[in-house]
């Protein structure tokens, strides 16, 4: 079974960055399509980024593109999420997934596993 561990969040000011880290206990990172989504209290999860297996391709929710970024290390075992000029609606827990199946189905918001999710809360 594979688990999912992500971390890198926090409390930071309007205009700061973070940068989010997921890796599979349990399994390769390589092995997996990965995604990052977002759920804000009151509102439904949201997606916000996936990555191809190589790292080749990424997509973004058009309003983050630009401000995050996703990249994987399969070497490290590990993928990310950088975000800067954070807003405070950005606010939100934050969800490393992966899909057996490639980007496509993240893209749809499904994904085969998903992490506990890290808190990224972001001050005016």
């Known amino acids: 079974q594979v688990q999912l561990v992500e971390s890198g969040g926090g409390l930071v000011q309007a205009g700061d960055s973070l940068r989010l880290s997921c890796s599979p206990s349990?399994?390769?990172?390589?092995?997996?399509?990965m995604g990052w989504f977002r759920q804000a209290p009151g509102k439904e999860r949201e997606f916000v980024a996936a990555?191809?297996?190589?790292?080749?391709?990424?997509y973004y929710t058009a309003s983050m593109k630009g401000r995050f970024t996703a990249s994987r290390d399969n070497a490290k075992n590990t993928v990310y999420l950088q975000m800067n000029n954070l807003k405070p609606e950005d606010t939100a827990v934050y969800y490393c997934?992966?899909?057996?199946?490639?980007?496509?189905?993240?893209?749809?918001?499904?994904?085969?596993?998903w992490g506990q999710g890290t808190q990224v809360t972001v001050s005016s």
């Open positions: 997934a992966a899909s057996i199946t490639g980007t496509a189905p993240l893209r749809r918001g499904v994904s085969d596993y």
């Open positions: 349990g399994g390769t990172v390589s092995s997996y399509a």
């Open positions: 990555i191809s297996w190589s790292g080749g391709a990424t």
